[in-house]
């Protein structure tokens, strides 16, 4: 877009919109433009005009000449063109996004976010598989299932015994539902929420996420210890002399014979990190086997170097890097920010956004045409489905308009496509509805517009035919004796072709006074030039 060039001409294009006084303070064409207007639009140039009331009377001249501008570029089309328009709508799309938003609570989700990320926690879950919009048969199936799980649990069962007969987990055999420590924005918001929410030692109550129903238990809270960045060497465990190979290694290491780098490099089985001397990247809870990193996090200096120590990957000895603690809520606040947009938990934005969307509008679902779509098929038999399905406010929704929507998605249950449906519709709604009631965006629309009308009018008119180099001629030759004595058109272009387009500009504004009928009402001018303000 022009946006640079576009705050040259935005001066007058800043104009206020309400109209609380309807004094007419002058006319174009018999179309009135009021003196609140006017008003307005002088208090807000005052720090950028160094206005007085000295000289409100050049300012009003100014302002009907902005005013014939916008007329002269509507009369010439300018705002049918459709590169205008793209860029008016891509303006509008960008502009009407805070009122879709909720900062208050996108903040509260950030905030949330950086406490969770001060702390880790340790849980282990049962999970049965449910599909969304599963019916509601089986969905009661699961819970109940999982409570009765529960109710083992709290007579005594242990956790992990319960989990390897009832979870439908393809790891739970291995693990016994364990999943450890882990952090903010490592599992999906709904299970990461039970688990900051549930109390130490205690079973959470069944839930819901994307995968199925769930039950945690949490078996420890702990500081977040941050991230640790090391450099490891790793014997695999599958000979008998493993063991006595790394404690071989680490002799060589205590003695300082060979570098921790080079070492790796030689004799690591991780082949993937051997090649930059064992060195891993950084890792905070969750992202190694907790084994590993027990030990990575025990460090404390730089340089330290662990004991060897197996894990189910075979023999290590770990050497510290680096240690990264937890950064301040103010340093963090732009990347989690951003993280939060991303992630699934922003959805509690959008479902905020869409309840407050149904409160404000009357939306009717015809229950009867949804369930058509449940017991024929749309794409077969689309000549069965004519009703009307949807309403919100005053527009209408069919059948057919839906079908066409379902069969553009990949997802076929009738019930999740629908919600997408009806939330799309419901958001292009409100769009429309901001944009024909709310007076602040109806004047930084009704500003961005003339601004851009404005910009193209002086770009037809006056920028491109600078460039003219036979009229820039003329025009330097004819100014040559009065101004340009000591002045060469070639060395001095820049300031001559700035001359050149305020001549045209001034020219284009004489031919605007004279084509159209400008009547200015001499006791409101009169009224506002003794006024203070």
């Not at 109550?205 to 790793?234: D, L, Q, S």
Request: net charge positive; glycine share 4%; proline share 2%.
């Amino acid at each position: 877009m022009k946006f640079l060039k576009i705050c040259i001409v935005f001066l007058f294009a800043l104009k206020g919109f309400s109209q609380e006084s309807n004094h007419v303070l002058f006319t174009i064409n018999a179309k009135p433009y009021y003196t609140q207007e006017f008003i307005n639009t002088y208090k807000k140039n005052l720090q950028v005009t160094k206005s007085n009331n000295e000289n409100i009377k050049d300012y009003l001249k100014l302002f009907i000449d902005y005013k014939l501008k916008i007329i002269e570029a509507k009369s010439l089309g300018l705002d049918t063109i459709q590169k205008f328009k793209n860029e008016v709508q891509q303006y509008k799309n960008q502009l009407i996004i805070p009122y879709l938003k909720n900062d208050s609570l996108t903040q509260q989700l950030v905030k949330e976010a950086y406490n969770r990320l001060t702390k880790e926690v340790n849980v282990s879950h049962i999970l049965i598989f449910l599909k969304q919009g599963a019916k509601p048969k089986d969905t009661l199936i699961a819970y109940n299932k999982l409570l009765a799980a529960k109710k083992l649990i709290l007579g005594g069962q242990k956790f992990e015994d319960v989990a390897k007969k009832v979870s439908q987990d393809p790891t739970v055999k291995q693990n016994g539902g364990k999943i450890g420590y882990f952090t903010v924005f490592q599992m999906v918001y709904p299970f990461e929420n039970q688990a900051y929410k549930t109390p130490l030692n205690k079973v959470s109550m069944p839930f819901r996420t994307k995968f199925g129903y769930h039950i945690i238990k949490v078996n420890g809270i702990r500081n977040n210890r941050g991230e640790v960045e090391v450099a490891h060497i790793m014997i695999k465990n599958n000979t008998l002399n493993a063991k006595q190979k790394i404690d071989s290694i680490y002799d060589i290491l205590l003695n300082n014979k060979v570098s921790f780098y080079n070492l790796a490099k030689k004799v690591s089985d991780d082949k993937a990190s051997a090649v930059n001397g064992g060195r891993l990247r950084k890792f905070g809870a969750g992202k190694m086997i907790e084994s590993f990193s027990n030990v990575a996090f025990s460090l404390n200096k730089a340089n330290d170097i662990s004991k060897p120590f197996k894990t189910k990957y075979g023999w290590h000895i770990i050497k510290l890097i680096k240690k990264y603690p937890i950064e301040s809520f103010k340093n963090l606040k732009p990347k989690l920010t951003d993280q939060v947009k991303r992630n699934s938990r922003f959805s509690v934005v959008n479902k905020t956004l869409y309840n407050k969307l149904n409160k404000l509008f009357k939306v009717v679902v015809d229950s009867v045409a949804l369930n058509q779509f449940s017991v024929d098929n749309y794409k077969t038999h689309p000549e069965n489905f004519d009703k009307e399905l949807l309403s919100i406010g005053q527009k209408k929704y069919s059948q057919k308009d839906f079908g066409m929507f379902l069969n553009r998605q990949n997802r076929k249950n009738i019930s999740v496509v629908f919600n997408k449906f009806k939330q799309s519709k419901l958001l292009n709604y409100y769009k429309n509805y901001i944009e024909n009631t709310n007076s602040d965006f109806i004047k930084m629309f009704s500003e961005f517009k003339d601004g851009m009308l404005l910009f193209d009018l002086l770009e037809n008119k006056v920028w491109n035919k600078s460039k003219d180099s036979i009229g820039l001629v003329k025009f330097y030759n004819h100014w040559k004796t009065k101004k340009y004595q000591n002045t060469n058109l070639e060395t001095h272009k820049g300031i001559i072709i700035s001359d050149y387009q305020n001549y045209l500009e001034k020219q284009l504004i004489k031919k605007l006074h004279s084509k159209y009928k400008i009547e200015i009402n001499k006791k409101e001018e009169k009224r506002i030039l003794k006024s203070n303000i």
